[in-house]
Structure formats: structure tokens, C-alpha cells
């Protein structure tokens, strides 16, 4: 079994604390689903946000879906000229069987942009 990155990115509608858990669990959400992961498999999971989302920590989020034992870390993104605002991303490591182009990395709702590569109609939602 190997530990594996997987990515995720989603956009948040206002700087407010009830925005950024309910986006933090909806990406978290749909990234355990694509990949099919157990919690228990989980050896920690880092946040970021870009610097406009400063009302919450994500990570709140995990802590409300039951994520106690998970080490959880929230930070903020490079403030890149030009780049996506109000943008919430997760980098979870995974202990998993599935290989490098088998795990489903999750771009939705603004953060679609950002990898359309990625982005499946399945998990993109725009708002």
C-alpha cells in the first residue's frame, strides 16, 4: 500500500464561517466518494485557503464529519497576482492500493477553472 496525494478544489461564495465548513465538506465529501476512502486510511490532510477566506479553518469542517484522529493543518495559498479568489483547496494523503492515474483528484463549483482537465461533470457544480 502506498501513500498517494490527492487534490481538491472548490470556490466559496462569501468570506463567512458557515461558507467555508459547508465548501470544506462538500469538496471533502466528493473526493471520498470518487476515491472510495476510508478515514481510517487517511495520514493527514492539509487545507489552504486563498487569503480573502479568513472567517474559518476549514479543517472545522473535517472536525464536524467525525475526522478526530485525522492531522488536520490549514494554511494559506501564494497570493499570486490574477489568481482564483475566495478558493479552497484540500491535499489529502491517502493510504491506498490505487495507483497514480487511478485516484480522482476534485475541482468543483469556480475551482473547475483551475483544472479542466480534472474536472468531471460528475463533481463540477458552478455557482
Same mark, same amino acid.
Given at each position: 500500500?502506498? #501513500?498517494?496525494?490527492?487534490?481538491?478544489?472548490?470556490? #466559496?461564495?462569501?468570506?463567512?464561517?458557515?461558507?467555508?465548513?459547508? +465548501?470544506?465538506?462538500?469538496?471533502?465529501?466528493?473526493?471520498?466518494?470518487?476515491?472510495?476512502?476510508?478515514?481510517?486510511?487517511?495520514? =493527514?490532510?492539509?487545507?489552504?485557503?486563498?487569503?480573502?477566506?479568513?472567517?474559518e479553518?476549514?479543517?472545522?469542517?473535517?472536525?464536524?464529519?467525525?475526522?478526530?484522529?485525522?492531522?488536520l493543518?490549514?494554511?494559506?495559498?501564494?497570493?499570486?497576482?490574477?489568481?482564483?479568489?475566495?478558493?479552497?483547496?484540500?491535499?489529502?494523503? #491517502?493510504?491506498?492500493?490505487?495507483?497514480?492515474?487511478?485516484?480522482?483528484?476534485?475541482?468543483?463549483?469556480?475551482?473547475? +477553472?483551475?483544472r479542466p482537465?480534472? =474536472?468531471?461533470?460528475?463533481? =463540477?457544480t458552478?455557482?
Amino acid at each position: 500500500m502506498a #501513500v498517494r496525494g490527492i487534490r481538491g478544489a472548490t470556490t #466559496v461564495d462569501r468570506n463567512e464561517r458557515d461558507e467555508i465548513i459547508a +465548501a470544506a465538506k462538500e469538496l471533502l465529501q466528493a473526493i471520498i466518494e470518487a476515491n472510495e476512502i476510508d478515514p481510517d486510511d487517511v495520514a =493527514s490532510a492539509w487545507f489552504t485557503t486563498t487569503a480573502d477566506l479568513n472567517a474559518e479553518f476549514p479543517a472545522v469542517g473535517a472536525r464536524q464529519m467525525g475526522w478526530t484522529s485525522v492531522p488536520l493543518m490549514c494554511g494559506h495559498e501564494m497570493s499570486v497576482p490574477g489568481s482564483l479568489p475566495m478558493c479552497l483547496r484540500i491535499l489529502l494523503h #491517502v493510504n491506498t492500493d490505487k495507483g497514480p492515474h487511478e485516484v480522482q483528484h476534485i475541482y468543483i463549483r469556480g475551482a473547475s +477553472a483551475l483544472r479542466p482537465d480534472l =474536472s468531471t461533470s460528475t463533481f =463540477s457544480t458552478a455557482r
